[in-house]
Structure formats: C-alpha cells, structure tokens
C-alpha cells in the first residue's frame, strides 16, 4: 500500500524520499548518522520520521490522530528514548542512557534512541557507545545527530547509515519564507545572512528583525570601535549568554557562536566590497558598512576576513567560544 507522508520541511528532497521508503518498507537500520550544520532542521525531521515509524495509520503518515502519533506528541510514548538535547554526553549520562534503553520492555515494535549533539561526544562515551553499536539489538535503532562529524571516530562513523544534510537551496528558503510575514527586501537579507539555515534565519528573524539588528549592532560596535573595546564588549555578551544558557553548555554556544562569526564574516565582506565599489549583501545596514570602508584599508580586511576563516575552523575542535573571539579580536587590525 502507498502512503502519503506529511511532513512540513522545505528541501532536503533526496533524504526525505530515503527515509519515507525506509519507512514504507519497514527496513530500518540498527544506527543512523544524521549529519550537517545546525539550523537545517535535522532535529525536526528525526520527530517525523520517529512519529511515522510508529503512526498505525495506513495511510499518512503521521496522521497525528492514532494512538501513538497522540502519545509521541505529549511526549509519554516508552519506546522512544532521548538524551543529549538538555544533558551532556559525559560517559555517565551515556552509559545509564544504553543500560536504560536495553532494560526497557518494548511497547511496541520497535525502540529508537535518539542521541542529540554527538559532535559533543568524547571518547570515553564514544567507547561505551561503540560497544553498544557493535552488538545491535533486533528491532532497536540508534538515530544519532551532529552537526560535525570531524571529531567523531571512525569506529562510529563506519557502522552508520549516514544521513547527510546541506544547506537549502535559494528556491526553498523562499517557499519557506512564504510563511512569513516580511518585506522582499528583509527577505532578500535573511536568505544572503543565513545561508540556507532555517534554523539561523528564524534567530535572524526573531520578533520582526529584532535579534538581527542586535546582533548587527553588536558587530557595527565591535569594528568601530578597537581592541580594548571589542573585549568589553565581548565580556559583556558572555556574561548575557551565560544568563541565558544556565548549563553554559559548549554545543549551543558554538552554534551561537558560529553565527555571530557569519554575520561577522559578511559585514567585513562588505566593508571589502564597499571599498571596491562593488554591490553588498547586507543592504539594511549600507551606510554604515560605507562609512567603515573609509576606516579600513583593503590589505587588513582581507587579512581579517582569513584570520576570521581560521576562528572558524577552530570553532569544530571544542575550544572555548570566549578564547576564540578573544584570539580573533587581538589578530585583528
Ligand atoms: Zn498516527
């Protein structure tokens, strides 16, 4: 019998049509890697693919009305489990995780763990994980989620089917933003600003552009002002994020992190291109990019948009958020 999947996600075409067969043919994997940048919606597409696995409905899937699709939406189905999403990854948490979810009587038909955050993962819980992929349970899958797969052993690696997931493509950002209640040209910006992130256009979009000018404004303050003022500034701004992450937990704040650095990384092009006289992306704010053109001069822009690349890098291998700005600001011109 063909099913009608319903799933409200723009893009990622080929990884849906895979998952929705996978589904329609009862043929999961004992581990899935869902990989890519954060803000492309894995997270969401895993919850559908999870409620689908399970909705008894014959026909859509998740029809969101049969027993399951109700109890996966209050959250009280036993046979899925979670960890990762508020907890660390200490080899703690995982091992309690693994021992819950083989003691767990099935409900149903099958038992997924999901593992949020697996970039985060070191080695000792990446062992007790292994251990466990290594010896796979019938009917039990492991649906784990990273936004890197860099630091992740190979051993992982290896003994997954690897979902990997990209950025969308321009048409489907603006099917997306149809949704949306925004000018063209604020479109326009959130497309050039989030490079084809959902997740980091709806930060960008906030309350009507809000947390975008914030953090333009941020990052206008932080390039007129000089060194001494950018790590004020920067002590200011982690003392906010540690009010508003409590567990000051390093996942999060690098994904915020690494946005900041984007937008960063676009306002210092465009002060680039400013100076060339060539067209600039981030149109909302042009006088005040042309008025910093005057300020720099091309050699140190280019200078700092490497140096920028090089944070950037980093940002994959764990190292504190704070030391990196810090490392950037005083390798800037
Ligand atoms: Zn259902």
Redesign the pocket.
């Known amino acids: 019998m063909s099913q009608e999947y319903q799933w409200p996600i723009y893009g990622h075409k080929n990884q849906l049509k895979f998952l929705q067969e996978t589904v329609s043919q009862h043929k999961l994997a004992n581990t899935y890697l869902f990989y890519g940048p954060a803000g492309l919606g894995k997270k969401t597409i895993v919850d559908y693919f999870i ?1 689908s696995i ?4 014959n026909k ?11 109890m996966i939406s209050k959250g009280i189905f036993l046979d899925i489990h979670k960890v990762g999403d508020r907890e660390d990854l200490g080899v703690d948490n995982i091992r309690e995780f693994l021992h819950k979810i083989s003691m767990s009587n099935f409900r149903s038909t099958h038992k997924i763990a999901v593992i949020y955050g697996t970039e985060t993962i070191n080695l000792f819980s990446a062992n007790a994980l292994l251990k466990t992929l290594e010896e796979p349970t019938i009917n039990t899958t492991i649906i784990l989620i990273a936004d890197t797969i860099v630091n992740l052993p190979a051993t992982i690696i290896s003994r997954a089917q690897l979902i990997k997931f990209q950025p969308l493509k321009r048409g489907d950002m603006l099917a997306w933003l149809k949704n949306y209640d925004f000018s063209d040209q604020e479109k326009e910006t959130i497309i050039n600003l989030s490079f084809g992130r959902p997740g980091v256009a709806l930060r960008l979009m906030g309350d009507k552009m809000e947390n975008f000018k914030k953090s333009s404004n941020f990052i206008l303050k932080m390039l007129s002002g000089g060194t001494f003022y950018y790590m004020q500034t920067l002590d200011k701004w982690f003392e906010v994020l540690k009010k508003e992450y409590p567990g000051y937990k390093l996942s999060e704040l690098g994904n915020l992190t690494k946005e900041y650095l984007d937008l960063f990384e676009v306002f210092l092009r465009d002060i680039l291109w400013a100076k060339l006289e060539r067209p600039i992306i981030n149109q909302m704010y042009d006088k005040e990019i042309n008025s910093l053109a005057t300020k720099f001069n091309k050699q140190s822009l280019i200078d700092n948009l490497l140096s920028l690349n090089k944070t950037k890098e980093k940002l994959n291998y764990n190292i504190s958020p704070q030391l990196l700005w810090e490392n950037l600001f005083l390798n800037m011109e």
């Open positions: 409620k399970f909705c008894l409905d859509i899937k998740p029809c969101g009305q049969c027993d399951n699709c109700r």
